[in-house]
């Protein structure tokens, strides 16, 4: 049984970590995904995690997003706990209700985009905050109209899914995610299933949002230009680790282990 | 040579059709209950509950491994000793839609289950509650798949309706049978019975289809 008493039930200070991940492990049966991670994200920085596939990249933000559930230690989104919940001055496992009052901080994308097939590109933004927040139609509509513009998809709004190609796609969804107003934006491979060409357009809506907007955002990519680009610091994963991690120009330009420098050589050869 | 009697044909013609009035209120009540139920039976699998699950499922094989005619003869002839008397017509229709909401319910797990994980996981990311994933996103794409083996029962649940014959609900085979003891003749009225449930389930079947194909449209799939 592991000792909860080690977990703060909050972490307060100036400036506080927007997202704390404390010793956090996930596991399948025997096959460790994720190994005691610590991992800190201050408010308004971007991370962008990096890494071969099977080093538990995509599993940390599919675990802050709830999408999962973790083995051992806390995740505390601005201060609170996330998968925990205070009781009696300890923390317990997160009910039902105590996670969707937490998971309204945090907004995802996905690589497969997953907007839902029966409803327009506006429908789709709208639906969150309409059904979930309770936003009045009229409301809800305007903040659509207006993320769809920032992402450039106003012209397609009364478009279904199937009618928009996969960048377009992938741009309603951010717009879908930025409706519930959430402090941390996660993207999961956001650009992976596209075509080349159209990678540009949705890397232009992020670029956006960070140079724009004071969002703390997580990204997994395997663009490494893009990342280097935007980042304010990059995390290279390897075994359920963080292996090694840094601003970009320095894991970029001068990586000191002998794995991300591995890998790094690898991903540039493939290109 | 076949003896056919035109005259006796408009005779009967009446009694049949107030008949096949009888079949189709049978059928249709029996497929609203079938719907509604076979709901409730399809999600009550799905609930984190094990123990509901296992029940629910056994419960839906039992009924689905025996044949409609010994449940429509256990609730009319059995359920008195439990102290349920029930109308032929009542327990007709509750035996057809129990049995074909277990039918149904196999068809709306399939429909479910035909929606993928990320579905799941973009309503997640929305924070929507259990109740609002269903309503707004999983069952509303888990109809369409779902549509074809609905109109199917739809049509079985009808060629079914005869079994009512067995407890006295005068539906159509029940008139028809009856029609050709008074006469001494069958062939009329059987050859009408099933000329009526063709001219009926042809149509049914292909508008089926078409309303399947609406809704895949308005869906925008």
Redesign the interface.
């Known amino acids: 049984m592991e000792n909860m008493s080690q977990y703060p039930l909050e972490i307060t200070g100036d400036p506080r970590p927007m997202v704390s991940f404390r010793k956090v492990r996930k596991a399948y049966g025997s096959l460790v995904v994720l190994d005691d991670l610590d991992l800190d994200v201050a408010a308004g920085e971007m991370v962008s995690i990096i890494g071969p596939s099977g080093s538990g990249k995509t599993t940390v933000l599919r675990m802050l997003?709830?999408?999962e559930t973790i083995n051992s230690g806390v995740i505390y989104v601005d201060g609170k706990p996330l998968t925990h919940m205070p009781k009696n001055g300890k923390l317990i496992p997160a009910n039902q209700s105590h996670l969707?009052e937490r998971?309204?901080d945090?907004?995802?994308c996905?690589q497969?985009f997953?907007?839902?097939?029966?409803?327009?590109a506006l429908e789709n933004c709208m639906?969150?905050p309409v059904?979930?927040l309770g936003m009045p139609k009229a409301e809800a509509r305007d903040r659509s109209e207006e993320l769809l513009e920032l992402v450039g998809m106003i012209g397609k709004k009364d478009q279904?899914?199937?009618?928009l190609s996969g960048g377009q796609q992938q741009r309603v969804?951010i717009a879908?995610?930025l409706a519930?107003r959430p402090k941390v934006m996660l993207f999961d491979e956001v650009t992976s299933a596209l075509d080349p060409e159209v990678i540009g357009e949705v890397t232009n809506v992020i670029r956006k949002l960070v140079s724009e907007h004071n969002l703390t955002m997580l990204m997994v990519t395997h663009q490494m230009g893009f990342a280097r680009d935007i980042s304010d610091r990059v995390c290279f994963f390897y075994g359920g680790k963080i292996e090694e991690q840094g601003p970009p120009a320095e894991l970029f330009g001068n990586p000191k282990k002998e794995r991300t420098q591995k890998f790094l050589s690898a991903v540039k050869e493939a290109i | 040579m076949v003896d056919w009697r035109w005259d006796f044909v408009w005779e009967i013609l009446p009694r049949l059709l107030q008949a096949t009035g009888n079949t189709l209120i049978a059928a249709i009540a029996g497929y609203g209950i079938a719907l509604v139920l076979g709901l409730f039976l399809a999600l009550g699998q799905r609930t984190p509950y094990r123990i509901v699950t296992l029940i629910i499922r056994e419960v839906v094989e039992f009924i689905r491994s025996t044949p409609l005619i010994l449940q429509i003869f256990f609730i009319f002839y059995v359920g008195p000793q439990f102290g349920i008397r029930l109308s032929p017509w009542m327990s007709g229709m509750i035996a057809i839609g129990l049995h074909y909401a277990c039918y149904l319910s196999e068809v709306y797990r399939g429909g479910i289950e035909s929606v993928p994980r990320g579905q799941w996981e973009a309503a997640t990311a929305l924070n929507m509650s259990t109740l609002q994933k269903y309503r707004r996103v999983i069952i509303p794409q888990a109809i369409p798949s779902a549509l074809a083996g609905m109109g199917n029962y739809l049509v079985g649940i009808f060629k079914d309706t005869p079994m009512l014959s067995v407890i006295g609900v005068a539906e159509l085979i029940h008139t028809a049978n009856a029609i050709g003891s008074e006469n001494y003749r069958f062939l009329e009225p059987y050859t009408m019975v099933g000329l009526i449930f063709l001219a009926i389930s042809l149509p049914t079947a292909g508008l089926i289809r078409a309303f399947e194909g609406y809704v895949r449209r308005k869906l925008g799939m």
């Open positions: 997003m709830t999408l969707r998971r309204a945090i907004g995802m996905f497969h997953n907007l839902f097939p029966h409803m327009t639906e969150g059904q979930v279904h899914p199937s009618r969804a879908r995610a519930m």
